[in-house]
């Protein structure tokens, strides 16, 4: 019988998002042997393609090594937040905003927070998927890729040689944050959540009496935006078309 390694971070946490660093995160980790509870609090806003892709990664690479991955959702939220993010802004008629990110503490720092210590772990001891070409962020967090030097595209390698698929961009389908390139992604490919953000727009634009913006930083709605989609005119900044692909040699 072989008796598995110690591994240093054996017992503690890892706040798991779904994307390129979280997944190569546990999967280096995991290789390592490492050992510990994989924590993915959902909002109910994810992207399908990221439900898809976290629903594979358990099921056909952690499951075999014994690895399962802890989902927490309502039940870890107070009430007043035990709706995914698109409900909660439809009840109260608003979308978030850039100086109250509400929806990142509320349904992804504190529902970790509390299961940690609902768990006996100290949730400062969590291990984040931070890579090193973003050192300069969260850095009192615990953040294994920046201390081994693993930029993200090192990340991509490391999924790439576990003979996994490069999961998708990690965030929210109604996130303001998204680009003009990921808005006509969600338009052209779920024109239904795509119907779904606009109308919050309408909703929290009719509240407020005047526009309300989910795509600010383009100064344009959501319901004009894919009218320009039909008509095939361009409301894209064009630098987006200029950042490097993600092909890998």
Same mark, same amino acid.
């Given at each position: %019988? ?11 946490? #890892? ?9 190569? #995160? ?29 629903? %594979? ?39 978030? %905003? ?28 969590? #291990? ?6 973003? !050192?300069?962020? %969260? ?22 040689? !576990? ?35 606009? !109308? ?12 309300? #913006? ?36």
């Amino acid at each position: %019988m072989t008796t598995r390694t110690t591994h240093e971070y054996d017992g503690c946490a #890892l706040s798991f998002g779904g994307g390129v660093n979280s997944v190569a #995160l546990v999967v280096l980790l995991a290789s390592e042997g490492w050992r510990g509870p994989i924590l993915y609090a959902e909002t109910g806003t994810e992207w399908p393609e990221t439900d898809a892709y976290v629903a %594979m990664f358990e099921r056909e690479w952690l499951a075999p090594r014994g690895l399962s991955i802890t989902r927490l959702g309502g039940e870890w939220h107070t009430p007043s937040y035990r709706y995914s993010v698109i409900e909660y802004c439809e009840r109260h008629q608003f979308t978030p %905003m850039k100086r109250a990110r509400f929806c990142t503490v509320e349904w992804k720092v504190l529902p970790i927070e509390r299961w940690c210590k609902a768990n006996d772990l100290d949730p400062a001891d969590n #291990l984040i998927g931070i890579a090193a070409d973003e !050192a300069r962020r %969260m850095t009192d967090k615990v953040r294994p890729l920046v201390d081994r030097h693993l930029d993200r595209n090192a990340c991509a390698r490391i999924i790439v040689d !576990a003979g996994l698929p490069l999961p998708g961009k990690s965030a929210c389908w109604m996130c303001l944050f998204q680009s003009g390139a990921e808005w006509q992604h969600l338009y052209r490919t779920h024109p239904d959540l795509y119907e779904r953000a606009a !109308a919050l727009e309408r909703l929290a634009s009719t509240k407020r009496g005047k526009p309300v #913006l989910l795509m600010a930083a383009n100064k344009v709605s959501l319901d004009e935006f894919a009218a320009a989609i039909e008509a095939q005119a361009s409301w894209l900044d064009f630098a987006e078309y200029h950042v490097p692909c993600l092909c890998r040699i």
